[in-house]
T-cell receptor
Framework: AQKITQTQPGMFVQEKEAVTLDCTYDTSDQSYGLFWYKQPSSGEMIFLIYQGSYDEQNATEGRYSLNFQKARKSANLVISASQLGDSAMYFCAMREGRVGTGNQFYFGTGTSLTVIP | GAGVSQSPRYKVAKRGQDVALRCDPISGHVSLFWYQQALGQGPEFLTYFQNEAQLDKSGLPSDRFFAERPEGSVSTLKIQRTQQEDSAVYLC??????????????FGPGTRLTVL
């Protein structure tokens, strides 16, 4: 089974509008972290936002917020007031907390976001 | 430098050649990771170091892949006798703390390897 599932290969959003990028995850661990990264065409993975499994509040970082629904195992990224520079690939990732798991990140297949002027 | 750096940014190799990819993590970061990203896919884990110790190499696709971090800072990923299926972007990431904690990984710009 896939650890991270991103079901939207591509999304379009009008400039200044909000957009939600979907992410579901699969783990049996109680402790884990969820991350979103942005990858522009230059290739670098840019960290956007983090949500810990024990965090009761949804994480927010500027225009980014994470809609964390633990029971549904979903961690959707919401980008408010989209800008042209937001056009990029977006990856959801999970890191399991058990010692000995290697602490690797499991990534989804990504969502390509295009902001339309 | 402030971030993770990788070199070279681009590498073209003929099939059968050996290549070495370098990663300079953020200063003071204990953990270092290598990932392979095929075109149109998310990164996939290759190997993980805690300081100079390679604690997990379960993602290395074959014994042609070898990674080291002898002094606990700079790391090198070596691919011997390259094959066309090795063509991908190789990403390096580092994180501040030790294994077992869910802290953020910071990525370098990657090395795009093309095997002809």
């Amino acid at each position: 089974a896939q650890k991270i599932t991103q079901t939207q290969p591509g999304m379009f959003v009008q400039e200044k509008e909000a957009v939600t990028l979907d992410c579901t995850y699969d783990t049996s661990d109680q402790s884990y972290g969820l991350f979103w990264y942005k990858q522009p065409s230059s290739g670098e993975m840019i960290f956007l936002i983090y949500q810990g499994s024990y965090d009761e509040q949804n994480a927010t970082e500027g225009r980014y917020s994470l809609n964390f629904q633990k029971a549904r195992k979903s961690a959707n990224l919401v980008i408010s007031a989209s800008q042209l520079g937001d056009s990029a690939m977006y990856f959801c990732a999970m890191r399991e907390g058990r010692v000995g798991t290697g602490n690797q990140f499991y990534f989804g297949t990504g969502t390509s976001l295009t902001v339309i002027p | 430098g402030a971030g993770v750096s990788q070199s070279p940014r681009y590498k073209v190799a003929k099939r059968g050649q050996d290549v070495a990819l370098r990663c300079d993590p953020i200063s003071g970061h204990v953990s270092l990771f290598w990932y392979q990203q095929a075109l149109g896919q998310g990164p996939e884990f290759l190997t993980y170091f805690q300081n100079e110790a390679q604690l997990d190499k379960s993602g290395l696709p074959s014994d042609r892949f070898f990674a080291e971090r002898p002094e606990g800072s700079v790391s090198t990923l070596k691919i011997q006798r390259t094959q066309q299926e090795d063509s991908a972007v190789y990403l390096c990431a580092s994180s501040l703390r030790l294994a077992g904690e869910t802290d953020t990984q910071y990525f370098g710009p990657g090395t795009r390897l093309t095997v002809l």
